[in-house]
């Protein structure tokens, strides 16, 4: 039963690029909700997919989008990036019956 | 203040030694919680959920009290390997999704 997957691992971008992290749920999640974890400090609620659209979401900028595809799978993009967007990103995944989320390794964003 | 709050430690312990994190929440509406382990650089994995009964798994115990707003985590006869950052998170409920995460408490285990 695979878990939570992300791509790519790591990831070094300069001030103004834009990128995208790619998330898989784990086997038998349909909900989607995506993290920043700056260091030392909890992870940041970005926002949350379920049924291909946007459920809730965080205090973060419009820079910060997503999309969920019919196979539950996400991406996260972010526009314009500065340097304080340097962080661990994670996507958790879950099920509609459940609020217990469970985490993927993470993209670690360098902006350089 | 900050919705979840937790004492950043590090709490620096001997190996069998009997260790307690609290963790305070702000928003009464609060519904659900969890303990996550996360280790360095990697990402947090679910401890265990937290019932307003209590619950245990091993050496492990979780407690909740909504009076007083805060939860609870447990550690007896600390290992080596329970070396780690403990985050606490916490749900409104009703669909919301969104888990508020307290700043982590980090917990070295001495030999």
């Known amino acids: 039963d695979a878990g939570v997957t992300q791509s790519p691992t790591h990831l070094i971008k300069t001030r103004g690029q834009q990128v995208t992290l790619r998330c898989s749920p784990k086997s038998g999640h349909d909900t989607v909700s995506w993290y920043q974890q700056a260091l030392g400090q909890g992870p940041q609620f970005i926002f949350q997919y379920y049924e291909e659209e946007e459920r809730q979401r965080g205090n973060f900028p419009d820079r910060f989008s997503g999309h969920q595809f019919p196979n539950y799978s996400s991406e996260l993009n972010v526009n314009a990036l500065l340097l304080g967007d340097s962080a661990l990103y994670l996507c958790?995944?879950?099920?509609?019956?459940?609020?217990?989320?469970?985490f993927g390794p993470g993209t670690r964003l360098l902006v350089l | 203040r900050k919705e979840v709050e937790q004492d950043p430690g590090p709490f620096n312990v001997p190996e069998g030694a009997t260790v307690a994190f609290n963790c305070t929440y702000s928003?009464?509406?609060?519904?659900?919680f969890f303990w996550y382990r996360q280790d360095c650089r990697k990402e947090p994995k679910l401890l265990m959920s937290?019932?307003?009964s209590g619950n245990e798994d091993g050496r492990f115990t979780a407690q909740l009290n909504r009076a007083s707003q805060y939860i609870s985590l447990l550690i007896r006869d600390s290992k080596l390997s329970d070396s780690a950052t403990y985050l606490c998170?916490?749900?409104?409920?009703?669909?919301?999704?969104?888990?508020?995460f307290g700043q982590g408490t980090t917990l070295q285990v001495k030999p």
């Open positions: 937290v019932y307003s």
């Open positions: 998170a916490v749900n409104k409920g009703g669909n919301t999704g969104k888990l508020i």
């Open positions: 958790a995944s879950s099920n509609r019956h459940s609020e217990t989320q469970y």
């Open positions: 928003n009464s509406a609060s519904q659900s």
